[in-house]
């Protein structure tokens, strides 16, 4: 007996695949090794406390977004939430892409931007990047004439290869094109520069940020968006009336309080992100360069490393069956104690693999 058929678009995709395995070293989403603030932990019940569950949530989530807007120096109506920035990319595409409509990407780059740009219906273009994985502006130029994209993807670092896109770059862009640029910023905070300041300067452009990495908070699931307000007028016409849930918006607000100790620890990341990157390149593979919590390197036979590694307790990222990522792994910067398992960890492994 068959059940009833999805969409053949639908039933032609895989989904999202990172493997959730328990393993004492887990070192494959990109993730904060750290837990939030144990003070942040401690109010938690004192919010849930005041929260009116009898009612439905503030549907502009007024008080978070002023003060996430007061963060960036602008003002509420340039603010959007979701739950996590993935939702957040999701509403983008429903208001701007769907059916009949373009999204544009490089590649390779974050997955979920085609994912969720063929769920919600739209043509997906890929334009290539250059071997250092930086944007080529020619070939920028190419894509957008070509395909008029009524959305184009910039990932900035860039998830999965770490890279810092010259402004230069996201410049060209924006000379290109007058239809919606999304930044995603998921990495800013590890990185030298940031489009936000540039957000007011052109109408078509939209930063996304997630409190899932810098801020230790992937569970609670928010993100959002600094966009020109006519923009967030338009996502919150397509997003769920009270999507944000009351707690959400008062626990985020709580955890704003707390973002200097947060913080800190971007300066440990970064410190460890130096010493993995070092570490690799001892043992002799290719690094690329990164700016983000993450770093991407090449070996001679990935799956049997990420096997090794698996079997050591250590699990990382295998990115070897992407396009253009051929015998990639991708390890997020953990804790000083866990980069120093997973360092030992492949250094036996790679040994071995090498014989
Ligand atoms: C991790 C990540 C996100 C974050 O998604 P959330 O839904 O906010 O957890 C968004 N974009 C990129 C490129 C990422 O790597």
Known sequence: MTGPSPRDDIRAMSGYHSPQVEVAVRLN???????????????????????????????????????????????????????????????????????????????????????????????VVSGERRDDHTLDAREVRRVVSEHSPSITMLCNPNNPTGTVEPRAN???????????????????????????????QHPNLVVTRTFSKTLSLAALRVGYAIAPAAVVEAL??????????????????????????????????????????????????????SGANFVLFRTDDAPAVWNGLLAEGVLVRDCSGWDRLAGCLRVTVGSGEENGIFLGALGRVLAGVRG
């Open 236 to 289: 919150s016409v397509a997003v769920l009336p009270y999507h944000l849930d009351a707690f959400k918006q008062a626990a985020t607000m709580a955890a704003l309080g707390h973002v200097a100790e947060m913080n800190e620890r971007v300066a440990v990341i970064c410190s460890e992100r130096r010493r993995i990157e070092e570490g690799l390149g001892a043992l002799g593979l290719e690094v690329f360069p």
């Open 170 to 200: 996201l410049e060209a862009l924006l000379g290109a094109t007058d239809a919606l640029v999304v930044v995603d910023e998921a990495y800013a905070e590890f990185s030298e520069w940031s489009a936000v300041p540039m957000v007011n």
């Open 29 to 123: 989403t990109n993730e904060s090794p750290f837990p939030p603030p144990t003070a942040w932990v401690e109010e938690l019940a004192a919010v849930a406390g005041r929260t009116a569950w009898n009612r439905y949530p503030d549907r502009e989530a007024t008080g978070l977004r002023a003060v996430i807007a007061s963060r960036h120096g602008v003002e509420p109506g340039n603010i959007f939430v979701a739950n996590g920035s993935n939702e957040v990319l999701q509403t983008i595409m429903l208001a701007y892409g769907g059916a009949g409509r373009t999204v544009a990407t490089f590649e390779p780059t974050y997955q979920m931007y085609a994912q969720i740009a063929r769920v919600t219906g739209a043509t």
